[in-house]
């Protein structure tokens, strides 16, 4: 049971560059989120999607784009990256009515 | 505008020591407060959680206090060990629904040293 998947686990970008995470879950959740970690900020919320066929911004959306491709896919887009999108982005999961979130391995992207 | 508060930023415990982590919130609609631990190349996992009925839950050598009053829950680790030595994130939420979703505090690093 593989949980949570990221794609790519690195990526190294040139400033204006595009590219899409690509997240997948096998736990059948309705839920899922994209957060970027940085030092001394903690997860901060970029998108999420409540169900299949709803998204809606969380707390630093700027920048990025996000597409919920059926169930089990969630991606994130970066248009025209930027080093301040340098980070490390997780997906995670949920079910609606379940109180655990579980959060993929992770995608270090830098920004040059 | 930060609402869940988190703090130390860093700690070192000694072997067998208490290590204590604590979290202050602000919006009073949260009614779930879990503790995520992360090791270093993984994402984080949830550790132990608890709702705002109970004051206290206690899982094995982790203990979660909550204080309502004081908007207040802090991490307790007992007999701390290596192992332990990893980054712990409180967070808050309402705990189901549609437009549950998790906010985290700024992060612990913590060391366990022999």
């Known amino acids: 049971n593989a949980g949570v998947t990221q794609t790519p686990k690195f990526q190294v970008l040139k400033t204006g560059q595009s590219m899409t995470l690509q997240c997948a879950q096998d736990?059948?959740?309705?839920?899922m989120y994209w957060y970027r970690q940085d030092p001394g900020m903690g997860l901060r919320l970029i998108y999420y999607?409540?169900?299949?066929?709803?998204?809606d911004k969380g707390e630093v959306p700027n920048g990025y784009n996000v597409s919920r491709l059926n169930k089990r896919e969630f991606s994130l887009r970066l248009e025209s990256a930027a080093p301040s999108q340098t980070s490390v982005y997780f997906c995670?999961?949920?079910?609606?009515?379940?109180?655990?979130?579980?959060f993929g391995q992770g995608t270090r992207l830098t920004v040059v | 505008q930060q609402q869940v508060k988190q703090s130390p930023q860093s700690l070192i415990v000694q072997k067998g020591g208490i290590s204590i982590i604590n979290c202050a919130y602000e919006n009073t609609a949260f009614d779930y407060f879990p503790w995520y631990q992360q090791f270093p190349g993984k994402g984080p996992a949830l550790l132990i959680a608890?709702?705002?009925?109970?004051s206290e839950k206690k899982e094995g050598r982790f203990t979660i206090s909550f204080n309502k009053s004081a908007k207040q829950f802090s991490l307790h680790i007992m007999d701390s060990q290596p192992g332990d030595s990893a980054t712990y994130f409180c967070a808050a939420s309402k705990a189901t629904g549609t437009a549950s979703k998790l906010t985290f505090g700024t992060g612990t690093r913590l060391q366990v040293t022999l």
């Open positions: 608890i709702r705002p009925d109970v």
């Open positions: 736990m059948n959740h309705n839920s």
């Open positions: 995670a999961s949920k079910d609606i009515w379940n109180t655990e979130a579980f």
């Open positions: 999607s409540a169900s299949e066929g709803t998204t």
